[in-house]
């Protein structure tokens, strides 16, 4: 089934989505996303902050921009009306000044969801077996740990299941410390929509769902990358 | 069935094969190899030089395929790759089954002309559906009907494993290693460039093939991916395979743009992918064998609980990390086997808890040998059963009384027969190797698995569990 979004995306000449646009595109499909929407300037961010309900978080919606936390592009846990204009500020400031060419569309809004145990959930297409997808714990690190495990699409509902529990950080989301056990029943459901997805989605190369958060009953993507065949 | 599916099927139980360009620099190593084969053998070479030498092995020679007055089921094609083409078209002309095409110098050398002509006999034998092999490989041998490449490769028995490798090395030496240790192949093929048939189909065959009960794969890379996950799968699901996967991929440079993209590497791709198959992998030749021997001479473990049996204090410690390192729990016994062992047991430099330490126990009465096993095999605490044998105290021993090691074999081979458990032997090479060579050859006579280290036994045992699993 064509996605507009993708559609649209592509007509333009992108080959990224926006965080707006891929959680819009994830939501399609089923996937649980943080409500995300793009505010164009600082008075629809508090139109959109109101709507959502607070606290939220603001981040920067220009393509150049893909590092946002690490250039001040990304402002959490705003209480209220006033905190998001003073973060508005601070964001299209830190924008000006670490990419001043950049073409920037506004900032996303969404609510700052709880905390949950961070996991990665993700698609490639792998160039001898088609579309794969990924599984790990989540976080910065991820790339350096790479303690995570892959499963060739089509997936059977035991794949999703066994490639939760074959990572070296299973321990953690059977419940560490104060954080309760995940939901995995949630998270297999999210691998399995991601599955039947690659297959619809032949134009899609490439997506991290990065960090989703899994709390006791349910999780969310809280993140959402979608690249695009060129 | 498919015209090229039936024709692999006449290769593979040929009654009727021809060589063609053998000659005296290859010290006609396929004519030889042949000599063993059960059915008709024939010759083509058009090299005068090379007929007299031919005709000396007892073979009829001619002058093309056409010539030859039987319908062949296989050929072998060892002529110079220009000549290859002309020689595919006379099977095809021939109505031949199948030709290995030993001939190498094709896609493999990367120029184009050769492409072109590995392209051009690649579209032939597809028009016609011909099982062609390769090229650039060895082909087929099948120890029933005496057909091998190697003159060192066994005859005239079966065995019931389907080898595939993309390696002609490696298939050789599975075929020559596997032998020494008990493994032998029903059917096995080097398939190399596998431009018309690849690791899929013989897949596909062996699944299907009554003679084989276990497929073992060799293999660097395939053309149709989702094909090989899915026929993996379904095979994996039927009869046990063990893979070994060569050829780390050089790290690639492609740009990505996401953590998923830059994680997924090549061999982390086809690891999961033989788990998520139901397969197992292992890493070299050796751990091949181990883990196939595993399966063909040990029963399934209901569970990973193991009993370890050991000469001496050290051996046991050694046995209890190996086998803990490789997933086993070493659990207690059960009150009533404790019970029965304290009846017997000699607890003067040796010691019971699991696992035994039994030399003095045994040295006593080897009728005590049986005891123990017989404990192990009521033990509801146990799953599957190691024991080392130390050849290094005992090989000089074994030498002089040989009727001590008869005992012993008999007191495993009856286990065996009694237990639904499965029982694997750790045997090392001693200081007197010789010795304990010849005391291996007595274990796998009686198809008792014996391996050389306590870790690849424990590996084995692993392994075969995890083969086994997926295939009922």
Not at chain 1, 94 to 104: C, I, K, L
Not at chain 2, 76 to 86: D, K, L
Not at chain 2, 103 to 127: K, M
């Amino acid at each position: 089934m064509p996605s507009q979004i993708i559609e649209a995306a592509r007509g333009d000449g992108r080959a990224v989505l926006s965080e707006v646009e891929a959680k819009a595109v994830l939501a399609e499909a089923g996937v649980p996303v943080t409500p995300t929407r793009l505010a164009h300037d600082v008075d629809e961010a508090v139109v959109i902050a109101d709507e959502l309900g607070y606290p939220v978080v603001l981040k920067i919606d220009a393509d150049a921009i893909t590092h946002k936390s690490d250039s001040g592009g990304v402002e959490l846990d705003l209480a209220g009306a006033d905190a998001v204009r003073a973060a508005h500020q601070r964001i299209m400031a830190a924008a000006h000044g670490t990419a001043p060419e950049a073409e920037v569309r506004g900032v996303s809004v969404q609510p700052m969801a709880n905390p949950g145990t961070e996991v990665i959930i993700g698609m490639t297409r792998d160039p001898q077996f088609g579309p794969v997808l990924m599984f790990g714990l989540g976080g910065v690190l991820v790339e350096v740990l790479k303690d995570v495990a892959f499963r060739v699409v089509p997936l059977q509902q035991r794949d999703a299941a066994e490639m939760i529990r074959e990572i070296q950080g299973f321990p953690v989301l059977e419940g560490y410390r104060n954080m309760p056990p995940a939901d995995l029943a949630a998270l297999e459901k999210i691998l399995m929509q991601l599955s039947s997805f690659a297959e619809d989605h032949p134009e899609v190369t490439e997506l991290d769902l990065n960090p989703i958060l899994a709390y006791g009953d349910g999780a969310v993507a809280v993140d959402a990358r979608i690249v695009l065949a060129e | 069935m498919s015209d090229l599916y039936a024709n692999l099927q006449r290769a593979l139980n040929p009654s009727t094969i021809a060589v063609v360009g053998d000659k005296q620099s290859l010290g006609f190593m396929w004519l030889n190899s042949l000599k063993t084969f059960t059915g008709h053998l024939y010759s083509v070479q058009v090299d005068e030089r090379e007929i007299a030498g031919i005709e000396a092995l007892g073979v009829a020679n001619y002058a093309s395929l056409a010539e030859i007055p039987e319908r062949l089921d296989y050929v072998i094609c060892s002529v110079p790759r220009q000549i290859a083409p002309h020689i595919v078209k006379d099977c095809i002309a021939s109505g031949v089954g199948g030709v290995t095409l030993f001939t190498s110098g094709f896609a493999e050398t990367g120029e184009p002309e050769a492409i072109a002509l590995q392209d051009q006999i690649e579209s032939l034998a597809r028009g016609a559906g011909l099982a062609l092999i390769g090229p650039n490989c060895l082909g087929l041998h099948i120890p029933k009907l005496g057909v091998r490449f190697n003159v060192d490769q066994p005859h005239g028995m079966a065995g019931s494993v389907g080898f595939v490798s993309q390696s002609g090395t490696h298939g050789m030496n599975f075929s020559l290693t596997g032998a020494a240790n008990g493994v032998y192949c029903s059917k096995l093929v080097s398939f190399g460039n596998g431009v018309v048939l690849e690791a899929a189909d013989y897949l596909d065959y062996f699944v299907e093939d009554d003679e084989t009960a276990v497929i073992g794969l060799y293999i660097e890379g395939v053309r149709d991916g989702p094909r090989f996950a899915r026929t993996l799968r379904s095979v994996a699901a039927r009869k046990p395979v063990v893979i070994w996967k060569g050829g780390q991929t050089a790290a690639g440079t492609r740009a990505t743009r996401s953590h998923t993209a830059s994680l997924a590497a090549d061999q982390a791709i086809w690891e999961s992918l033989v788990r998520q198959a139901g397969a197992v992998s292992v890493d070299h030749l050796d751990e091949m064998i181990d883990v196939i021997k595993a399966v063909l001479f040990t029963k399934p473990a209901q569970g990973q609980r193991v009993g370890l049996m050991a000469m001496t204090g050290g051996q046991s410690v050694a046995l209890t990390d190996a086998f803990a390192k490789a997933g086993w729990e070493v659990p207690r016994l059960s009150d009533e086997s404790y019970a029965k062992l304290g009846e017997f047991f000699n607890v003067i430099g040796g010691s019971f808890q699991n696992p035994l330490d039994m030399a003095g126990t045994i040295r006593e009465d080897p009728t005590n040998l049986d005891r123990l096993l017989d404990i192990m095999n009521r033990d509801p605490n146990i799953d599957a059963v190691a024991m080392e044998i130390s050849a290094t105290f005992a090989a000089h021993r074994w030498e002089r009384k040989p009727q001590e090691l008869e005992q012993l074999l008999d007191s495993l081979q009856r286990f065996g027969k009694r237990s639904m458990k499965p029982l694997v032997v750790v045997l090392h090479p001693a200081h007197v190797e010789s010795l304990a060579l010849g005391a291996r050859m007595k274990l796998q006579a009686r198809n008792i698995a014996t391996f050389p280290s306590f870790g690849r036994a424990a590996n084995a045992l692993t392994k075969a569990q995890i083969a086994r699993s997926a295939a009922h």
